[in-house]
């Protein structure tokens, strides 16, 4: 079916817990996702007008990708499909971007115990936990990360994290993660210069052989998010926010004819049958959107918490969808747009860097 989306109106009525009154209209003066268009632009331009020509051209290139995967995210309906070739691409450019960017700072990817001891590293989202904790209880910073200044210092990835799971949830592990576990994947292995003893060598087989088993290997093999759904620290952590977060899948019991394909499907083993029968998603849920594109019945929809199921149609999914692309697209934008440049240095000079 042809959906009619281009305005979302929502009263303040529409809303609160006993309405199910959500208005979506044409609208030829306001186009879909206009704040959209302006956020993802003021994202990409970081500030400032591209100094050459490449650069505005990569940047006007990521500009219409991005912003065409959310129009059909919202005029298909099909939130996996199209977050999952955002996602996905944005985890490609951030490897090349964050590569070729440390090899043209620092000449190298190796971080040395200078950089270390003088706070020049980035930080990166999967740690987190271990150093809110600390934080917490010692008032001490124990990452050695550049607080307020450098590339990706602690404030600024501490305060986008707060704000995506305070808006998305668990929902950052589908729309924002760039796997921050492949900088040090790549920084531990591809340097074999790096390896000066026995020890280091298998240090270095070892996290090869559980980066490519839980990786690539079984995400191959089951089509399950092997790392994300079982094994990643941060993702544990993250699933705590779920519960403060306004967003949730849920499953309407009166249309789900138990056929099992949200559950087969959930890459992050979310949903088992118990949680179907009950009508939700386990705490694990990274909103994703794929149980909700794979039923046939249309049981499982998008949901804000305290709002009837179902009230307002897809209004929920509208909702939650303009957070989580601003989030991918403040995190993601600028490595399309990096990683675009890189590749058209390679093009017309024969080098990335
Ligand atoms: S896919 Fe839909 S119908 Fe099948 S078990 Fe899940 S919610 Fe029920
Ligand atoms: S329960 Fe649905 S939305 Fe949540 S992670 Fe699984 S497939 Fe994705």
């Known amino acids: 079916m042809q959906r009619e989306i281009c305005h979302v109106e929502i009263s303040d009525e529409a809303l609160c817990c006993n309405s199910t009154e959500v208005n979506f209209s044409r609208s030829s003066d306001k186009p879909p996702s206009q704040s959209n268009l302006n956020f993802s632009a003021l994202m990409l331009y970081g500030g400032g007008k591209p100094a050459d020509f490449l650069s505005q051209l990569a940047v006007g290139i990521t500009y219409i990708f991005v912003n065409l995967l959310f129009f059909l995210m919202v005029y298909t309906g099909k939130t996996y499909r199209y977050r999952s070739v955002l996602f996905i691409t944005i985890a490609i450019c951030f490897v090349i971007t964050f590569i070729t960017n440390l090899i043209e700072l620092r000449g190298s990817m190796v971080l040395t115990k200078e950089n270390m001891i003088s706070g020049e590293t980035p930080f990166c989202h999967l740690v987190i936990p271990m150093v809110i904790i600390p934080a917490a209880i010692t008032r001490t910073i124990i990452f050695p990360g550049s607080i307020t200044e450098g590339f990706a210092p602690v404030s600024a990835m501490i305060v986008i994290w707060l704000g995506a799971s305070l808006a998305l949830g668990r929902g950052w592990c589908s729309w924002v993660c760039f796997f921050g576990g492949m900088d040090e ?102 909103k994703c959107g794929r149980c909700v594109d794979t039923c046939p019945k249309q049981a499982v929809s998008f949901h804000i918490k305290g709002t009837p199921a179902g009230a307002g149609g897809d209004a929920a999914r509208l909702l939650f969808l303009f957070p989580a692309f601003l989030f991918a697209v403040t995190i993601g934008g600028s490595m399309i747009s990096g990683a675009l440049v890189r590749l058209f240095k390679f093009i017309t000079t024969g080098s990335m860097i």
């Open 185 to 286: 994947f790549f920084s531990a292995v591809t340097e074999f210069a790096e390896i000066t003893s026995f020890k280091i060598l298998i240090q270095a087989i070892i996290f090869f052989s559980l980066f490519a088993g839980l990786v690539v290997i079984l995400p191959f093999l089951t089509r399950r998010r092997i790392q994300c759904g079982l094994f990643c620290p941060f993702a544990a952590f993250q699933s705590f926010t779920n519960k403060i977060n306004v967003f949730s899948v849920h499953i309407d019991r009166e249309k789900c004819i138990g056929c099992g394909r949200c559950i087969q499907n959930c890459p992050t083993f979310s949903l088992d049958e118990t949680s179907t029968w009950q009508g939700k998603t386990l705490m694990s849920c990274a």
